[in-house]
C-alpha cells in the first residue's frame, strides 16, 4: 500500500518504482533480486544496498471455517476498505472480535459507535495479559460498561457460516455475528530474507544492528519486518510499531546515502484509547522484567488526574516496576479517563536515561490544578515503590 | 493558612501548633524565636533545629492609591475569599488586571468567565517576556479572541477612587474598573532569616543546600522562600512553584529528624491555563541559556495535537534551544489546545538527564492517532533543532 502516489517518486524523486512486482527472492551473491510481476512477467534487479521493508501480516488461526465470506482482517488501508464495504454494503448488526489486543480494543470502540453489538473471545484465561491485573480490571469494566462481551479462555474450534450468517464455535460457547474481526496480532515478513541466509531475531523478525544493517553488510532492514535493541534489557525485541518503523526508515534512507544513523533502541512505549479510557505502557512488565533476569518490586496506585479541588477530575492508576538490586526504573503502566497518553513520555524517557526510581522521584514535572495533583501520578508511584526499594 | 485543622496537629500528631504567634526574630545563638502574638503577649521558643517556612508574599508596586478598596492581591487562601466576598458583595463589571503572570492570566479566565470586562496593563513592552515571540503571540491572541484587552508598555502613575469606582491612570491611557486585582509576582519571606545574618540567594530567597540547610547548620528553610539548585545551570535559582515546595517539605522533615533526604534541584517545569489554552514549559529559555554562558541554538515548529486524520487535531508550538558546544537540551516551550501539560514532561526528564537533542530526539514516545502524530511535538522539535546543531 502506497500512500503517496507512485508518479510523485518516478517524476519528483527519480526513484524506479514499481509496484506489482512481488520480490520472492534474493540473491545474496550476485545482489539482486528476482521475482514474477502480477501480469506474471519474471523480473530481475541489481543493487549496490538493498533494503527490506516488507512489514508485517495479520496472524491467521488455524481455524477452519477462516476463509468464509465476512471474516476480516485490518492491517492495511485496503483491509480497512473492504471492512468498510462490507458493513455498507449489507445489514451488519453483529461482530465477534477475535483477539483482545490495541487493533481488537479500537476496532471494539468503531464497531460498537455505529451500533453494532459486539463480542470479543480469546482462548488466553487473562484479559490484557500484559497489564497489571487491576489496572486490566479497569479497562475491562470500561469496554463491559459499553455492553461488549468479553470471553476470555475460550478455545475455539471452527467458523461457521449459514446463508451470510457466522457462528463463532468454541467448545463451551457459540458466538453469533453477521461479521468476523480476526486481531490475533501481527508476524513480521521475513521469509525471503530467512531464504536467503538472512539473521532472524526475535518471533523470527530480521535481526538489524543500530544502523539497521543486516547479518549481510548490503542489506537493510526497517520497519514491521526488522528488530529492534530493548533500551532496559539491552536486548534484542520486536515490537512492531509506527514510530519505530518511520524513525528506522529515516535513519536506514540516511545510512544508505552514507550517512551514518545510529538509533539507539525502543523502550517499548504504547498507548491505545478504548472508549474513554486512555491506556498506556513503557518499559516492561513484571514478569517481563523477571524473563530479563531483574529482581522486581512493584506498585500499583490510584490517584486523581487534576488537583483534588478542581471540577472533572478523575481516576488515574498507575503502576511501575524497579530494579531491587540498582534501584533502576524498569516500566511504568496507565490507564485513566485523561492524562495518561503523554503522562506515559516522562518514565519513558527516564527509561532512556536508565534513572533509578530515586532519580526519576526527584523529577520537576509539570502541576497546575487542571491537569492534575501537585505530585504527578508518576511520582506517587515512584515515591511508592522507592519504600519497596 | 492552615489547610488542616489544627486539633489534627495537636490531638493525632503530637505537635505544638501556635497559630496567631507571628515570629519576629531569630536568635541563633541562643537557638531560639521570638515574638509577639496577636494579642500583644510576648513569646520565646527554644529550638534544637528551626525550619522556615515562611513562603512569598505578592509584590505591591509602589503606586499611590493601591490601598484602595476594591484593589486586591491574589496570593493565600483568605485573598481568595477576599475577591470573592467583593464581587459577590456589589455590581462588579469590570476589572483591570496589573500584571501579566500565571496568576494575572490564571485570574483573567476567571473573571470573564464570571462576565467581567477585563483590561490587564504592565509596564514591560513585551507580554509573556520568558516565552518564546511567536508562543506569547498565540497565547495573546486567545486572550484577545474573548475580549480581553491587553496593555503592555504602560507605565502606570496612580489609582484613583471616586465613590467606589477606580481608574488605573497610566502615562499614556486610563482604565475603569469595579475592581482591580494586583498580580505583579511574589517575593521571598526572608526578612527574619536575613536579620539572623543567614545567608540568601536569588531574590533574596533564604539559600539551602540540597538537604534544605541553610548557612547555620540548625536552621532549615523551605518552600517558597527558599532557594534550589536549577540542574541545567547548577547554579541558584528560586523558583517558587508548588511541587517543589511540597517534595522541600518532606524532605526537610525527614532531615530534621534524622533520615538524609538530598534534592537534586528543579528544571522550571511549569504549566497553565488561560482560556483554551495551555502553555508550558521546562528549562532555559534562549536568553536565560545566554545568561548562563551557553551558546545556543533554538527553533519553533507547528505541529498537529493528533494524527492528520484524526478529528478534533489542533496546532501546537513548541520551541526549544540546545547548547552547540555540547548539544545540550537546554529547555523547551510549549502551547497547544490539548496534549501540551503532560508532553512537557518529557523535555523535563530529559533535562534532568543533561540528554543532548540528540539523545532526546531517539526517544520512545507514545502513539496513537487520537493524541498526537507519530512524531510527537517534542522530537519534531528535537529533530529540527539538531540540524543546527
Redesign the interface.
Known amino acids: 500500500m502506497i500512500v503517496r502516489k507512485v508518479d510523485v517518486f518516478r517524476e519528483k524523486q527519480g526513484i524506479n518504482l514499481l509496484t506489482g512486482h512481488p520480490v520472492t527472492s534474493i540473491d545474496r551473491a550476485a545482489k539482486s533480486v528476482k521475482g514474477t510481476t502480477l501480469e506474471g512477467k519474471p523480473f530481475a534487479a541489481l543493487y549496490d544496498k538493498l533494503l527490506i521493508a516488507t512489514g508485517a501480516t495479520p496472524i491467521l488461526p488455524d481455524l477452519p471455517g477462516i476463509e468464509h465470506p465476512g471474516v476480516m482482517v485490518l492491517k492495511t488501508l485496503a483491509d480497512g476498505r473492504r471492512i468498510k464495504q462490507y458493513l455498507n454494503g449489507r445489514t451488519v448488526r453483529s461482530a465477534v472480535i477475535i483477539g483482545m489486543g490495541y487493533i481488537a480494543l479500537e476496532m471494539c470502540e468503531a464497531l460498537q459507535t455505529l451500533g453494532l453489538e459486539v463480542a470479543m473471545v480469546k482462548p488466553n484465561p487473562r484479559f490484557l495479559p500484559w497489564l497489571k491485573e487491576e489496572l486490566a480490571a479497569v479497562v475491562a469494566e470500561e469496554i463491559r460498561a459499553k455492553s461488549v462481551t468479553i470471553h476470555t479462555g475460550c478455545r475455539m474450534t471452527r467458523i461457521d457460516n449459514s446463508g451470510g450468517h457466522l457462528q463463532v464455535v468454541c467448545e463451551d460457547l457459540t458466538l453469533d455475528a453477521d461479521m468476523v474481526l480476526v486481531a490475533t496480532g501481527v508476524l513480521p515478513n521475513s521469509e525471503i530474507a530467512a531464504a536467503a541466509g538472512i539473521e532472524l531475531g526475535p518471533n523470527n523478525s530480521i535481526a538489524v544492528d543500530n544502523r539497521l544493517m543486516t547479518s549481510d553488510p548490503h542489506v537493510y532492514a526497517a520497519g514491521d519486518c526488522a528488530d529492534a535493541v530493548h533500551?532496559v534489557t539491552g536486548q534484542k525485541t520486536w515490537i512492531p510499531?509506527?514510530?519505530?518503523a518511520?524513525?528506522a526508515g529515516w535513519a536506514v534512507a540516511d545510512n544508505v546515502c552514507g550517512r551514518d544513523i545510529a538509533?539507539?533502541?525502543?523502550?517499548?512505549?504504547?498507548?491505545?484509547?478504548v472508549f474513554d479510557l486512555?491506556v498506556?505502557r513503557?518499559g516492561l512488565n513484571r514478569k517481563e522484567a523477571a524473563a530479563a533476569g531483574f529482581e522486581t518490586a512493584e506498585v500499583a496506585i490510584k490517584t486523581r488526574s487534576r488537583a483534588h479541588a478542581h471540577p472533572g477530575a478523575s481516576t488515574i492508576h498507575v503502576s511501575m516496576v524497579g530494579d531491587t538490586n540498582t534501584g533502576r526504573l524498569l516500566g511504568t503502566q496507565m490507564v485513566g479517563h485523561e492524562?495518561v497518553?503523554?503522562?506515559?513520555?516522562?518514565?519513558?524517557?527516564?527509561l532512556?536515561?536508565q534513572?533509578t526510581v530515586e532519580?526519576?522521584s526527584?523529577?520537576?514535572?509539570?502541576?497546575?490544578p487542571?491537569?492534575?495533583p501537585?505530585?504527578?501520578p508518576?511520582l506517587t508511584a515512584a515515591n511508592q515503590l522507592l519504600k519497596k526499594l
Open positions: 533500551v510499531l509506527a514510530l519505530r518511520n524513525r538509533l539507539s533502541g525502543v523502550v517499548g512505549t504504547a498507548v491505545f484509547k486512555q498506556a513503557t492524562g497518553a503523554h503522562r506515559i513520555n516522562a518514565p519513558a524517557v527516564a532512556h536515561a534513572m532519580q526519576f526527584q523529577t520537576d514535572l509539570s502541576y497546575a487542571p491537569f492534575g501537585t505530585w504527578d508518576c
